[in-house]
């Protein structure tokens, strides 16, 4: 069974950058595809970025740029660096990953960004 831990969300002045991490829990992860999406207030969960096994990425709208998706396999760790945060990118932050028989979801971890 995949489990997956996201941490590292808070509170950030427009403009400035958080760092969310992910540990990812299970056998047979390691060849998946992993990624994070969110959910802002009101709104539909939508696509941050993916980053597969071989580390091939893929954002959505709006994102690359300022954000970057890494995986560290060795520590089955996925991150997400987020540059130049703006209001709207207030949301809730969820990480998800999966195996050839699940997929995961994590809670989710907060960002907010102040004006």
């Known amino acids: 069974q995949v489990q997956v831990v996201e941490s590292g969300g808070g509170l950030v002045q427009s403009g400035g950058s958080l760092r969310l991490s992910c540990a990812v829990y299970?056998?047979?992860?390691?060849?998946?595809?992993w990624g994070w999406y969110r959910q802002r207030s009101g709104k539909v969960r939508e696509l941050v970025a993916t980053?597969?096994?071989?580390?091939?990425?893929h954002y959505g709208d709006s994102f690359e740029g300022r954000f970057t998706i890494t995986r560290d396999g060795n520590k089955k760790t996925l991150y997400l660096q987020m540059n130049s945060l703006k209001p709207e990118d207030t949301a809730v932050y969820y990480c998800t990953a999966g195996s050839p028989t699940s997929t995961a979801w994590g809670q989710g971890t907060q960002v907010t960004v102040s004006s």
């Open positions: 299970g056998s047979g992860v390691g060849q998946s595809t």
């Open positions: 980053v597969e096994s071989g580390g091939a990425t």
